[in-house]
């Protein structure tokens, strides 16, 4: 910290008049400035109220804008850190739970190829997918059956289709070949 101590009476070699905090504080106050990276106070001396004097010191502020800059760093970097960690744990969250769905959705494509015998694993980690997964392999269920029972109806129909059909074809024969009057 440099010092110097100004009195309006003196003839000390260092002049600093030009000072502004020096001026005020030759009004009694208490002053503060910044120029060229330092810090200026000058307090006024009193003694019965007259001021007899300034005392002004200033002081570089280089080290406080290191210490400042050093921990304006180490808070940006920390907020860094917890978005690219928010980011990290959103994008693993949302695999997790997009994960079982693209299964679900992979089933349901087979399923639409023609592979009615597939199902979907159930999720053992999240409840409301196992749930979407069960109600979907019932759904599966529930469309197999009625594929089987239209696949038994259409053989049933055929096969009560065909003594009807052929007597009919018969018929039709003998009309044709003059053997049977209509």
């Not at 030009?18 to 200026?40: H, K, M, P, S």
């Amino acid at each position: 910290i440099d010092t110097a101590l100004h009195r309006k009476s003196s003839t000390h070699p260092f002049q600093i008049t030009d000072a502004t905090e020096v001026a005020t504080a030759e009004q009694g106050t208490i002053a503060t400035a910044f120029r060229e990276n330092r810090l200026y106070i000058a307090v006024p001396l009193l003694h019965d109220q007259p001021v007899i004097g300034v005392l002004w010191a200033a002081a570089s502020l280089a080290p406080v804008q290191t210490e400042l800059r050093l921990h304006w760093l180490t808070l940006i970097a920390a907020a860094l850190a917890v978005i690219v960690g928010a980011c990290l744990a959103g994008w693993q969250l949302s695999q997790r739970v997009s994960r079982p769905l693209t299964a679900v959705t992979n089933v349901a494509a087979q399923m639409a190829n023609g592979q009615l015998g597939v199902r979907a694993h159930l999720s053992k980690t999240n409840r409301e997918i196992a749930t979407l997964e069960r109600t979907f392999n019932e759904m599966a269920i529930q469309i197999e059956g009625m594929l089987e029972r239209q696949r038994e109806f259409v053989a049933n129909a055929s096969h009560e289709l065909r003594a009807p059909l052929a007597v009919i074809r018969l018929h039709a024969e003998a009309i044709a070949s003059g053997a049977v009057v209509d």
